[in-house]
């Protein structure tokens, strides 16, 4: 690699740095590499400084930016000259290094939430939401809806022992489940709503609960947008003739709430809310609308317009002020709703080739999110480059939700009635 003979103009003399520890850390040292590598030959070169039992795949920056094709082209593109010594930085490759077992329901897997490190929430079109340990381990069945499940999540899992979990259905309502996590054994406890929320016109599309409250919300059929209370309030009286029963429990009465709030603006489907601070609701719909509401006051304050139909919207990125919203095209768009006077995205990632079904942020990094379509894909996205960093093809058939789970792995279920976990992430 030291380049003697060769014209000058087709070597580049580079530094490899890194913020990964030991063993993935290389001796600070100048080397002579061919201009025409790429970022897979970069990742040999890497290995081969590195005295790993097993090759490691890496990712390369040079000014902050992933690299995606020759050094060469890439430093014409960006008129980096190539006569000084560069520094370029490595990372591990955003890649799953491992798929689990996939966890076989019995009709599509419609939701999935990944937002508890110690289980998976799935929601099914035969009507149940499950509750997973792990995969293959299903510890809780929650039932009653009678139809499909079209959106799941926890409302409340600060203790130990219990979390409180919201589902939406195509029946209309949604309904809240206390589920004790602490019980024990191998056998699948089935758990029935602790209270059963009325008010939609339609099929409800999505859930979501309040950061750091008591309360979800929902977008409907009915294009419009309830917030709701989770806690059992005494105020409220019990269905007539409709008990809960629990594992060794005596019956319960089934409350039955009414929406505190509803928020009217969108003109056709909500499909997807999300609550990402206390007093302010996201929401995307079918009328090609992103908005954020004011709970308090019940006003939309910002409206952003992406020309298509929109199936999933997601708060996160840099500030936890970045909207990232996919729906009837191969298109994830990502808007910045601090740049004044914006209201185009500032990027869009187009490699899929049909709808997109979800889009997640992760959770501790400004630059990573993943989409999910009915191409049967789920891709790893990073801001710095226009490609996806990994692609995901476990499902046989359409991906119709996915998220992050523990940080390192992704969750997602699909047309072909799997939850698959493909985990081993390294976000940097």
Known sequence: ?????????????????????????????????????????????????LTLEKPEAFDFLIDGELIRMSLEQFLLA???????TLEIEYIRAVAPRKEEKPSLHDDWVSAVDGSSP??????????????????????????????AISSIAFANSEGAEGVTVATASKDRTLRLFKVDTAESGDSTTRVGAYKILRGHKASVASVAAQKYGSKVCSGSWDCTINVWDSNESTSELSVPGKKRKGNNQAEEPQLEGEAETTLVGHTQCVSSVVWPEHDVIYSCSWDHSVRRWDVETGKDSLNLYSGKALNTVDVGGEGSA???????DPILRVWDPRKPGTSAPVFQFASHSSWISACKWHKSSWFHLLSASYDGKIMLWDLRTAWPLSIIETHKDKVLCADWWKGDSVVSGGADSNL?????????
């Open 322 to 328: 970045l909207v990232a919203a996919g729906g009837s």
């Open 420 to 428: 698959r976990i493909s985990s081993g992430i390294s976000i940097s």
């Open 78 to 84: 960006k008129g980096i000259s190539a006569e000084r």
């Open 118 to 147: 110690r289980f998976v929430l799935t929601g099914c079109y035969d009507g149940l939401g499950r509750i997973w340990s792990s995969p293959g381990s299903c510890t809780h069945i929650l039932e009653g809806h009678t139809g």
């Open 1 to 49: 690699m030291n380049g003697e003979g060769e014209d000058a103009s087709k070597v580049i003399h580079v530094k490899f740095l890194t913020k990964l520890d030991s063993p993935f850390k290389v001796p600070v040292t100048s080397v002579v590499i061919p201009s025409s590598v790429t970022r897979l030959g970069l990742s040999s070169i890497v290995n081969s400084l």
